[in-house]
Structures are given as C-alpha cells and as structure tokens.
C-alpha cells in the first residue's frame, strides 16, 4: 500500500512539472487516395520520471484511434492525446501577469462585441416594424394628404437613421473584431507554448528510467491529403509504341509542409469499411414497374467496344519531351494482393496549400496497335485508337491522360483499366485528314400509307476518304433502331455488307483505305408501326 501511494506522489510531482515542447519532423509519408499516413519524428531531453510532452508540427486533423507512439525500452508512454489549441484546452501558467493581463483585455473585447450585437438586433428590429406599420399605414383610406406626407417623412427620417446607425454598429464591431483577433495572437506570443491554431499538437505524457536525449517515433493518418493518377501519352506516328510517363497529382492541406520527405503513393483507402459482406434473407414485393425510355435502352446498347473519347484541345506548338527517362531509377513498384503502392527514393517537397503538386511515377513503353475509329452518326471526324493486349501488367489506374502526337498536344482522353475486355482502347485524338460525310438519300427515303400502318423508310450514304500519304485502317460504324413494341417493326433493307450485331441495332465495317482513297457505303431501314400513332425519336 505505502509502495503505491509513493508511486502516485512520484507521478504527481513528475505531472506537476511545466510541459517540455518539442517540434516534430516530417521524415517519410504514404499517400492513399484519400488519406496519407505521417511518419514523423523528434527528440527531447527528458529527466528521470514522469514529464509531459507537448509535440508541435502535427496534422490539423487525424484520426487519433491511428496514432502510434515508438520509443526507447527505457521510456513507458503512458498517455497520448490530441489537440488543435493547447492554450485553451490546457491550462497554461494563468498566474503568468502577462496572460492574465491578455486575458483580461479579451474579456471586455468580447463584452463590447456583444453589446454592439444586441445593439444591432434592437435596430434590425425597429426597421422591421416600420416597415409593417408603413405597409398598414398605407392601406389605411382614412388618413389624408397631409398625415401621409408627414408619415412618409417621419419613414423616411427614422429608416435613413437607423441605417446610418446599422452601418456605424457594424463599422464598431469590425473594428473590435480584429482587436480580439490580435489579443488572441498576442496570448499565443505571451505564452510561448504554441503555433498558428492551424496545426495540431500531441500530448504524450511519458515515465523515463535514465535522463538524457530520447527520440520518439510518431505514426498517424490523416484524411487532409490525397493523390490520383494522371498520363503524358507521347506517340511519333502510328508505327511507333507508346511512351506513357506515369505520373500523379498529390494534394494535401495537413497544416504541415512536407520537407525532403521519402513518398509512397498507395492505391489502398484506409478509409474503407473491412467488414466482409453477409447476406440477408431476400423477400419479395409487388410494386408498379419501371418504363425504360428508348433513350436509356440505347444509351445502354449501343457501343460494343469501350472507347474514351479525346477531348477536342489544341496546341499552337511542338511539345518536346523532357529527359525523364532516368525516373525509372527511383520508382519501385510493389504489387500486393490488395492495392499496388510506387516507392519513390527521391525526396520530395508537398507543401501544405491544397494544390496539385506533380510527382513522376514511371515511364513505361506500351507496344500498340493503331486504328481508326467514326460513328459519323454522332461525330463526323475520325479518332486514332492505340489498343493494347495485357494491359494488365502495367499496374494502370483509372486517370485523365495528355495526348502528344507527333511532337503536337492534341487533347485529353481518359484511361480505365477497370474494364473486363481482353483489349484497352486509348483515344489518341482526331484526324481531320480522314474526310467522313453521312448525307440522307432523300429519293430513297419517305413515307408511305398501308391501310392501317404507314411505313417510314431512311437511306443514309457514308462516304470515308483518306487524305493522309499512308494507307490506313478504320473501324466505321453506324446504327438502326431496335424495337420494344410488337406494333413496330423495323426492317434492314441495305447494309453494303455490314457485320450486324442485331442485339445492340449496330451496322460494322473494316475499311482500309489507301492514300487519297475513297470509300462509300450505304444503309437502309423502314419502320411500320400504326399510322395514327407517333414515334418520338424516330
């Protein structure tokens, strides 16, 4: 019983001491994407027993149930907790004259403040009922000329003071605003225990065997940084692979800069539920059913392949390529059974401002097939497709991609790798040197009347001409509607020897096209349905 009430006494006195403050060093981070994991450290002279540490240079914000601790065998951690503002949150020295003084002041800027508030609602308040009394006053038919004229006035007089008396009121509390904000600043500067309230702050109180320096290890996450992936595609011409620099956007706003930082970037979310699915008892219920419109149908239907369109951007200039070949020398790629994660032994600098900052990944040669792609139903240029086989071993995340095409930047396209075809189409952008026209062949179009029906019959020609000094494959498609509705029917009259997935309603054809060769095909469908009905997107 003695031996623990001499301990408790020991831990008090330890307690009672002034807390030691130490600042802690950024040394390596790992970016999730949506989250970052800190390594930092610091050291600190600590005597024999128990002392309080007050670490600075923390993340505003993170999630303490994360936090660890790494110290020496001959330190015990017995406490750790997080704080944004010390000060307030941990009684510092009041008996300071020089706090007690700012503390003072504060106290009757705060109080001035409030008066001017109560002020304000007292006359925000007046202006209300004058304006209610205005609007009774003038549905009043019994006052005459005179006694309006005199009530105007009166409105007029007392709203034009009480709006002068507003702006002076708000003009007062500004002014005691930004007092209050210097007095807090000055109790930061007086106390000499804290930083901007931006960062945050741990408090670890420990139990130390042998006095002298001790370095400790901080470990946490945070969710105020991210990353995701972005690509410079580079091709020379369309008998050259591609040359993909792998990059990333790293953002973080952890009220702490990172400083010649060792940086992991990580395709994990910490941040995600682990719980393994379970499931439930699956009941059924009568409900009204859900009409899909033609609309969605096609929208659903109508592409075979997954193709990322190009954005239609153009450069004024010649894009030439940096000599970033050396990056693949301090990138490495660790592939798990979870997430894949690049570690990066160059250091690097993330300042805390909530802006991109560009980190070189890897640059990677992507063996590719060229071809050309239309539907000039929907765009009447032509786009270079790079498709590629195994795309898989390139550990490619979905992203935002730069097209640079034979020294020109051409637009952007969007890479996803999430897809579960055997072949990933990249849009390299477009080629106006292929020429495509779609006219509708009116003498082959029109409408006739049957009894009761009526068909509709349309006749497109497709006409594909290739400009370019070298011969060149393309992949043309077009459509024809499909029906819903037994009262419809729809009829392929024409295809110029199309291959016809009549699943989706989608003529196909592989053209090769010579240089300056031209090209012409031809569909043709009919729609009978009731003649007294209308079909909307027809």
Known sequence: MKKHIVFLFIMACGFAQKPIFSTAKVKAVTVYTNAAELLQTTSVNLPVGTSEIVI?????????????IGAPSTVTVLSVQFTKNYISEYEIDESNPAIKKVRDSIYIVQKEIQKIQTEKVSANKTVELLDKNQTVAGANNGMNVAELIKLADYYQNKRTELNLKLALLNEKEQKWAEKLEKLNNKLEINTQKEE????????????????????????????????SPFYDLRANSVKDPIQMMYKARVFQNSGVDWKKVKLTLSSGNPNQSNQAPLLQQWYLKLNNPYTYSDDEIKKE?????????????????????????SINNYTSINENQLNVSFDIDIPYDILSNGKAHSVALKEISLPAKYKYYAVPKLDKEAFLLAELNDYGKYNLLPGEAN???????????????????????LSMGRD???????????????????????????????????NKKESVTLLLKDQYPLSTDKEIEVEVLESSKAKINEEIGVFNWDVKLEPNESKKFRISYKVKYPKDKIIDNL
Request: charged share 20%; hydrophobic share 35%; aromatic share 8%.
């Open 56 to 68: 600075k240079n923390v993340a505003n914000y993170l999630n303490e149930n994360t936090i660890q």
């Open 196 to 227: 901007q309230n931006s960062q945050g702050k741990l408090i670890v109180q420990v139990m130390n065997d042998v006095a002298g320096l001790v370095n400790f290890d901080l470990n946490y996450i945070t969710n105020t940084a991210s990353w």
């Open 301 to 325: 239907k109508l592409e075979e392949v997954v193709i990322t369109n190009a954005y239609s951007i153009r450069g004024n200039g010649n894009l030439k390529s940096q000599p970033t070949a």
């Open 403 to 425: 097209i640079i095409f034979e020294g020109m930047y051409v637009g952007k396209t969007n890479i996803n790798p999430t897809q579960t075809t055997d072949t990933l189409s």
């Open 432 to 466: 106006k040197k292929i020429a495509i026209k779609r006219e509708k062949v009116a003498e082959k179009s029109g409408i006739k009347f049957l009894s009761n029906y009526k068909e509709q019959t349309f006749t497109y020609d497709i006409t594909v001409r290739n």
